[in-house]
Nanobody, 127 residues
Framework: QVQLEESGGGSVQTGGSLRLSCAAS????????MGWFRQVPGKEREGVGY????????YYADSVKGRFAISQDNAKNTLILQMNSLKPEDTAMYYC????????????????????WGQGTQVTVSS
């Protein structure tokens, strides 16, 4: 059973930083997509960025390029989202997600590929 658990959310002022972690368990395969999404109530979920653990990425949404960085701690089965230069528009619930096993990167990691989701962690950026 795959479980994803996010941590590290909180409240910061504009320009501040936060580091989100996603602890994964039950992922018994080595090649898969793993990423971060965010959602504001009443709006569609937005992809923040992802990696393909077989050796591609990370890839980022234009809205976070240059400010956010995704990394993976393989030893701890943890995905990290380092968020710098935060803006009020980054305020959202942030979710970690993972896909089934993927033998190749292929056409990329698309949102329907992500079938395992964490419960989310709230990030609030005040002006």
């Amino acid at each position: 059973q795959v479980q994803l658990e996010e941590s590290g959310g909180g409240s910061v002022q504009t320009g501040g930083s936060l580091r989100l972690s996603c602890a994964a368990s039950g992922l018994t395969y080595s090649r898969y997509c793993m990423g971060w999404f965010r959602q504001v109530p009443g709006k569609e979920r937005e992809g923040v960025g992802y990696i393909y653990t077989g050796g591609s990425g990370p890839y980022y949404a234009d809205s976070v390029k240059g400010r956010f960085a995704i990394s993976q701690d393989n030893a701890k089965n943890t995905l990290i989202l380092q968020m710098n230069s935060l803006k009020p528009e980054d305020t959202a619930m942030y979710y970690c997600a993972a896909s089934r096993a993927r033998t190749s990167y292929g056409v990329g990691c698309r949102e329907p590929d992500f079938i395992y989701w964490g419960q989310g962690t709230q990030v609030t950026v005040s002006s």
